[in-house]
């Protein structure tokens, strides 16, 4: 990612994820550069940060697999 021709390293864009700035970051960039390259990037953002999220979620319901199997052990 580069829209302000800094690249920032991986820790920087999880944190700008996590935060509404970055919405704000991009809406910035749209406005001052135009929108294709960097509305594919915030797409694919979005995309990356929702599979983590659903990747969180199946954890978590492994989770419960684990903890339903301990009990049925008891």
């Known amino acids: 990612m580069s829209v302000t021709s800094i690249r920032a390293d991986e820790e920087t864009i999880e944190r700008l994820i996590d935060t509404q700035y970055s919405e704000h970051i991009f809406w910035m960039a749209i406005q001052e550069q135009g929108g294709g390259q960097i ?36």
Do not use: S
């Open 39 to 74: 509305m594919d990037t915030l797409a694919k953002i979005q995309e990356r940060h929702d599979a983590v999220k659903d990747l969180e979620r199946k954890l978590l319901d492994l989770q419960q697999v684990f903890e339903n199997l301990q009990l049925c052990k008891l």
